[in-house]
Structure formats: C-alpha cells, structure tokens
C-alpha cells in the first residue's frame, strides 16, 4: 500500500526525505543548480549549512532527477504528452485534490525507475543461479524461491526510496562477477575492473554497504585460509576493493565513515598478511595451525586497528553500530541503542520467519545443500593436510564455499537485525539453485534428471509460494493521514518561510518536503552530531522540567515544536515507551510525570499550543 502526498511516493513518511532531494532538484532552474543546492542545503539541519549528497548517499537521486529533466525536455521538444491529470472530489467537506500518472509526474517517473532496477535485478537472479549451478533449471529454481519468498526478500513495494532499494541490485551483479572471478584460473584486467565498478554502485547508493562488503571479504579470506584459492587471486580481489574505497571516498567528499570502517581496516590488515605472513608468521606455524593464525590475527588486527583510525582521526559517527552489536550480545542498553533496538525492523528476527521458510520448502531444500558444501569442504581441507605444498593447492569449486561461508554471514546478520532479511532470503534463493550443482549432487543425476528434481521441488513449493503470491496481490488500497495533511496545510499557510521546526523525526522529513520549512531533526540517523541534536529534541518525551527543554530549543533556533500523543505513550515492548527509554539516560528525573503528558494537558507558561488536533499540537516556543 502507497500513496502519494505532495509529490512523495511512499509508505513511510520519513522516507519523503530522501524524495525531497530529488523534488529539489527537478524544481530547481537548471540540474546543475538543483546539485548546488542539495550540496549546500540550509533546511535539513537549521543553522547548519549541510552537503546532504555526502551524508545522505544522495547520488540515485541525482541521476533519476538528471534523466527525467532529459526525458520530459525531450518528449516536450516533441510536443509528446507524459502524464496525464484529474481533480478527485473526497467529499466529507474535504478539498479536491490533483493526481497524476504517467512518467511526466515526478513522483510516478522516480518510483518506476526503482520499480525497473529491481525487476532487471530478477533476470540477474536467474543468470546467477544458471552459473552458480551450471543448469539453467537452477536459474529457474532461484527466481521462482524468490517469488514464493517474496515478502521476506524485499521492501521495495512498501518503500521505494530506501536505500537499499537502490543498492542491492547492484550487489547481486558483484556477487555475479565475484563468483566468476573466484571460479577463472586466470583472472583478467576486466573482470577486476567490472568487480571495482560494481563495489563502487553498490556503495555510493547506501551507507550499510561497507559491512555487507566486510562479510564478503571476511568468506574470501576464510576460503583462502582453507585453502581454497591462492594468496595471488586473493590479493588481486583485494586490490580492487581497495580501489572501489578509494573511489566512494572521493564521490562521497571525504566521507570520514568509509575510511575509518571495519571494511577499510580488514583489507588493510588481510593485505599486510598476504605481504606479511610468509615471512613472519610462518616462525609460529610449528605450535599453531597456520590458518588459525591467520584467521585470529586478521580479526584482532581488524578489531585494533579500527579502534586507532577512529581515536587518531576523532571520528565516532558509526559508534552505535558497535553499541547495538553490543546491545544485541550482552543487553546493553542507552538512548540511542534503544532507539534502534525498540524499532521492528532492529529487533532480533521474528520466530515466524523460520517456519514461513519452512513452509515453502527454501530452508530445508538449502540446509541440504549447505550440508553437502560442508561434507565435500572438508573432505578437500583434510586431503590438503596430507599435501605439503600448500599454495599449488587448488579445488576449482573454491566458490561453492564461498557461498556457504556468505550465507553464515547473511543467517547472523539477520538473526540479530530482522531487516537484513534481504540479504539472507535472496541469498538462500541462490543457494537453492545449486540442487542442481553436478559437482554436489552428481550422484543424483546419475540416476534423474536435473530437470525432473527441480519439477518436483517447484511443485511441492508452489502450494505455499502461491498463496504467498496471492496474499500480496490482494494488498490494494489508498493511503489518507488527514490529521498530517491538515498539520501541514496549517504549518504552510500561518507561519514564516524561516519558521524553524522540531519534533519526531519522521514527521520532520515531511514538513521539510511539504512545507518546505527549516528542520533541526531529520530520520538519518547516521551522524554523530544529528543523534546528539535529536538527543535534546527528544527530550520533551523525557521528564525533565518544561523550562529545561525550552532553554535547550532555544539554543537550537526552534520556533515551533510539533508534539505528537502517540510517542508519548507508544510502547512498542517493555521499556520502550520514550520515557523509559529516557530513564535509561536520566536517573534524576525516573518516577515524574513525562513532559509530553503534561504539555498534552497545558502548555504553559513557557511553549503556547498554536494549533491542535487529534494527532499533533504544534508549541510555540515563546521568547520572552
């Protein structure tokens, strides 16, 4: 279910941040002054004059707007009409409205653009599985596990603008060509090449690509310390790794995140083993096997050295990934753990998911394949023990491994964080297609057909799959939030231009793309400083005194703070209501009434509620 509001195309709100940047630049005069302004916006963080294409991973937008300034200049020198209009009458005393359709409407132009990119990536699932297994009923297997798992592989009909919505096409066509490099004796310049240039369009879309591309490198090294391909076909992988970093450090102005990641750490010290490690580590192999010592120094050494980038440069932007690892582990808890721990789609995976997997046959059809993978892998390691030349070691299905151990990675990732689903699902969907993989199950075929087997898989997933299908076919319906329309119709026509907002962040995202009014809070919640600034505005969730808030937003230029009820008393499981999540932080002040319940009942003296309905209150932030 979506709607469209105001030229935003989604399900969530807060996501009509990421549209606005690309509204921006469609409205604005010419392209390159749309880029000029998104790279020097004074609206997303009041005072602040922010490059939003550095820190928000805006690059999609500014290609999709680029090529519908191109597409409707063009069908307009061709007097060709792209979008067609009507008024719809909602009655109930509610003003008419205009929609469009077609690709002359922005909003309908960029969602079809996501729309295709990740219908092209199908066709991509199904060459994987064709080359991973070398059947093409393989392929045939993949797409269809991803269609019967649909709801579980992807967000992209619910969310369009999410980041990953952009990104993980493009992960596929690098696990592609991974797989292809791992597979070649010889590897060429153009497959290193076409490697880096992947790396790089998965990144720039999507600030969580680095730790997907750190599990990568991780099964990498993990097959070669197995001894499944060589220290010179590793080292080259690596190179362009590094080169691909190198090429999002620039396109993203410096972004300090990058350099200072677990990725970039783990490439510099595997690289110094591969240098290093002949000649060093081989005076400790007696006592200890060398691929434990490889393996422990590459995660220490990685664990260290992040831990010198970040205190030698200042950085502690993405020290809440750390802390959520950390909360998910031992139960850690403060405010911006719990903030993300709270949140659904952050919680540990749902119990429900297993059996959905279940019942379409995806888990059990690749718990055997990963056991075959086991089974042969170590039969390989325990021959390798027996040869003394381990580097002239070579199994040529070193990516069949690598695929085990990706999907180890995937299963962890995704137990603890429901939302990385999306990459364990179509993971196990390309895993399934090896049932037809002769190096794993020739036995098999000797006495079936490959074609046969997959018939009968296929027929036995499709009783669940269809269903699967069908329930989300039957999703149709229209999205209304009259109670936000009227708050930001209110906000458009009785306050300032350089009126300054403050409030949740999702509601933020729309009244900068709607009212187009400066905000202070925004929902990307990447950067060190923005947490901080939320920390404060969030405060009035808190129980701290009214005069205490006030004198924070004040400091911060807010004009108006919009409260909303529900975060009040939203508690989405025990201790995550957002007074307790402040007790969490402020001991003092545990056992008052929150702020919120009392600037629901009176405002006064220090803010003056301006406008009110059902949802939201707006507060004046009043300057004596």
């Known amino acids: 279910m979506a709607y469209t509001y105001n030229g935003c195309y989604c399900r969530n709100p807060s996501l009509g941040l990421y549209y606005s940047y690309f509204k921006t630049i469609v409205e604005a005069p010419s392209f390159y002054s749309g880029v000029w302004m998104i790279m020097n916006d004074n609206l997303t963080e009041y005072p602040l004059v922010i490059n939003t294409l550095k820190r928000f991973n805006l690059y999609p937008e500014v290609v999709l707007a680029s090529w519908y300034r191109i597409y409707t200049g063009a069908m307009n020198s061709f007097g060709i009409q792209t979008q067609k209009c009507w008024t719809v009458n909602r009655g109930e005393g509610l003003s008419p409205v205009e929609s469009c359709e077609g690709l002359g409407d922005p909003a309908s132009f960029?969602?079809?653009?996501?729309?295709?990119?990740?219908?092209?990536?199908?066709?991509?699932f199904f060459l994987y599985g064709t080359y991973l297994s070398g059947n093409r009923f393989g392929g045939l297997l993949t797409v269809a596990c991803y269609f019967f798992n649909h709801g579980e592989s992807t967000r992209v009909m619910w969310t369009p603008p999410l980041r990953e919505s952009f990104s993980y096409p493009f992960l596929v066509v690098q696990m592609l060509l991974l797989t292809y490099i791992l597979r070649m004796q010889n590897v060429n310049r153009r497959s290193l090449i076409a490697l880096s240039v992947s790396n790089v369009l998965f990144m720039l879309p999507w600030q969580f690509a680095q730790f997907v591309l750190l599990t990568q490198v991780a099964s990498v090294f993990g097959i070669y310390i197995l001894g499944f391909i060589d220290s010179a076909k590793l080292q080259k992988i690596l190179y362009a790794h590094m080169v691909s970093l190198a090429v999002c450090f620039v396109f993203m102005f410096g972004n300090s995140m990058l350099m200072t990641s677990y990725y970039a750490a783990f490439l510099i010290v595997s690289w110094s083993i591969l240098e290093l490690g002949p000649k060093y580590l081989k005076l400790y192999t007696k006592n200890i096997p060398s691929w434990a010592l490889e393996g422990f120094s590459c995660l220490f050494g990685t664990i260290i050295l992040k831990f010198l980038m970040c205190l030698i440069f200042g950085i502690s932007d993405d020290v809440h990934i750390s802390n959520l690892l950390k909360a998910k582990l031992t139960g850690y808890r403060d405010f911006d753990t719990s903030m993300y721990t709270c949140a659904v789609e952050f919680d540990f995976m749902e119990k429900e998911t297993p059996v959905r997997y279940m019942k379409t046959l995806l888990l059990p059809v690749v718990l055997i394949v990963f056991s075959v993978i086991v089974v042969k892998a170590f039969q390989c390691v325990m021959l390798k023990k027996k040869s003394s030349e381990r580097q002239e070691y070579y199994f040529n299905q070193?990516?069949?491994?690598?695929?085990?151990?990706?999907?180890?990675?995937?299963?962890?990732?995704a137990i603890l964080i429901m939302r990385l689903k999306l990459f364990l699902t179509p993971h196990m969907c390309i895993m399934a297609s090896l049932i037809c993989s002769k190096q794993l199950f020739g036995w098999i075929f000797c006495k079936i057909q490959p074609g046969t087997l997959v018939l009968a898989i296929l027929a036995m997933m499709a009783f669940e799959g269809i269903a699967n299908l069908q329930k989300e076919w039957s999703i149709v319906g229209e999205f209304s939030n009259l109670p936000q329309e009227e708050l930001l119709l209110w906000i458009k026509a009785n306050t300032k231009p350089d009126a300054v907002f403050a409030g949740a962040m999702p509601t933020m995202a729309s009244v900068k793309l709607s009212a187009q009014r400066p905000i202070v809070n925004h929902p990307h919640y990447e950067d060190a400083g923005l947490r901080a600034r939320t920390k404060i505005i969030y405060s009035m969730y808190s129980r701290k005194s009214a005069k205490e808030v006030k004198r924070e937003l004040l400091k911060m230029g807010v004009n108006y703070y919009i409260l909303e009820d529900s975060w009040c008393l939203r508690r989405t499981k025990p201790g995550c209501s957002m007074p307790e999540i402040w007790d969490i932080e402020d001991l003092t002040n545990a056992g008052k009434i929150p702020l919120c319940n009392l600037m629901c009942k009176d405002s006064r003296p220090y803010f003056r509620t301006v406008f009110n309905n059902n949802i939201f209150k707006i507060l004046e932030v009043t300057r004596e």
């Open 398 to 413: 070193g990516e069949i491994v690598y695929h085990a151990l990706q999907l180890i990675f995937f299963t962890i990732l």
């Open 110 to 124: 960029y969602v079809a653009m996501i729309f295709l990119l990740n219908g092209l990536m199908v066709s991509v």
